[in-house]
């Protein structure tokens, strides 16, 4: 079984940086690669970024190429979601899952309780 908890969200400027922690505890952490979601007022929840059980590989959506950076701490059991350059339709709950390997995140067993990101313009 996996817990995971988001922390990191909130109220910032388009153009800002913000991240996202997730923090895993479970034995089975290390095993599983994980991803990062969201969901915006009246929209599915989406996949935001992904990434390998040992870090490698890592896949991002179209909408967070170059600007956000997932990586994971294996020794911490967290996985971190760096947002640069951040913009107002990036405004959503965002959420922690595993395992994720690919597709929808319906094949998704585990979720934390989501962390709200704002971004103003």
């Known amino acids: 079984q996996l817990q995971l908890v988001e922390s990191g969200g909130g109220l910032v400027q388009a153009g800002a940086s913000l991240r996202l922690s997730c923090a895993a505890s479970?034995?089975?952490?290390?095993?599983?690669?994980m991803g990062w979601f969201r969901q915006a007022p009246g929209k599915e929840r989406e996949f935001v970024a992904a990434?390998?059980?040992?870090?490698?590989?890592?896949r991002y959506a179209d909408s967070a190429k170059g600007r956000f950076t997932i990586s994971r701490d294996n020794a911490k059991n967290t996985v971190p979601l760096q947002m640069n350059s951040v913009k107002p339709e990036d405004t959503a709950v965002y959420y922690c899952?595993?395992?994720?390997?690919?597709?929808?995140?319906?094949?998704?067993?585990?979720w934390g309780q989501g962390t709200q990101v704002t971004v103003s313009s």
């Open positions: 990434i390998g059980s040992m870090g490698l590989p890592t």
């Open positions: 899952g595993g395992p994720y390997y690919s597709g929808s995140s319906s094949g998704v067993t585990y």
């Open positions: 479970g034995r089975t952490f290390t095993q599983y690669p």
